[in-house]
């Protein structure tokens, strides 16, 4: 990111929910600086970019290829909520993950016209391939969240994908004749999730649930899939039926026993 770009964002930063701004051309991964940029201050707002990483890390210790080119960044939000009927901090997890899912669709399509949809709980699909992904992890103190860091990572440019991931693996670029720049690809970003973080900061978790799910919902090519799940503590093969207002995946299994699953990972069968 240049100079000129870098201030522009700081001028957008003003006015939106971004306390503080890192960028640095090569990190082990923007999630693992954000964690630790977050150690001492109040970290809300932290918002870590990359040009490359050297270490990116994905979900359920998988890697993530992070060659130049595409877009890698970390926002840290640590919200005060307002919760009225106790909200499990898992489920907290999930709903910024798919929160955050939302945000990316709106800003792709703004910028590129593109349409993205998505697969519980965090894949950004194009044509049952991959363009993106969210790692959401978080930190507690004593037994409540401390902060979330939403790590996003997007495929702009990366045609050239290893061959373990060749054939799951697509890129933006793919779609549109047009260049695209990741760094407006980060304005957009960063608006879109500053408007549902605002809506988070004034209403009740219990009322915006709603409002998260249903616009996921519209967006996602998860609900009437066959898909095999594997949870933590079982593996189900059946058919994605719903999506909780918890943000659980609601799974009918081939026996006809129905599953409602807080975390894991699916595959379309
Ligand atoms: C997944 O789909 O498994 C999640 C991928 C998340 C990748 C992003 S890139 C920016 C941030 N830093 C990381 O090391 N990972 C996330």
Not at 12 to 28: E, G, N, S, Y
Request: net charge neutral; with cysteine; aromatic share 6%.
């Amino acid at each position: 990111m240049n100079l000129i770009q870098f201030q522009r964002l700081a001028i957008l930063a003003q006015d939106i929910f971004i306390t503080r701004l890192v960028h640095r051309p090569v990190v082990d991964s923007t999630n693992n600086l954000a964690i630790e940029l977050s150690k001492d201050d109040n970290p809300d707002g932290l918002v870590v970019i990359a040009d490359k990483q050297t270490g990116g890390r994905g979900r359920r210790g998988n890697e993530w290829c992070s060659p130049e080119g595409n877009l890698y960044m970390s926002v840290v939000f640590s919200p005060s909520l307002r919760v009225s009927n106790n909200i499990v901090e898992n489920s907290l997890i999930q709903l910024i993950t798919l929160m955050s899912g939302v945000a990316i669709v709106d800003a792709v399509d703004n910028l590129t016209g593109i349409k993205v949809s998505l697969k519980w709980p965090n894949d950004l699909i194009i044509e049952d391939k991959k363009v993106g992904g969210i790692l959401t992890e978080s930190r507690y103190h004593a037994s409540s969240i401390k902060y979330l860091v939403i790590g996003i990572g997007v495929n702009i440019t990366d045609r050239a994908f290893p061959p373990s991931i060749v054939n799951r693996a697509i890129s933006l670029s793919q779609f549109t004749n047009n260049t695209i720049s990741r760094d407006e690809l980060v304005f957009e970003i960063l608006k879109s999730l500053d408007k549902w973080y605002r809506i988070f900061k004034e209403q009740e978790v219990d009322e915006i649930k709603g409002k998260i799910i249903n616009q996921w919902k519209n967006y996602n090519c998860t609900i009437g899939r066959r898909v095999r799940v594997i949870s933590d503590v079982r593996t189900i093969t059946g058919t994605a039926i719903d999506i909780a207002n918890s943000g659980d995946l609601i799974v009918q299994a081939e026996d006809g026993n129905v599953f409602s699953i807080t975390s894991g990972s699916l595959e379309f069968l």
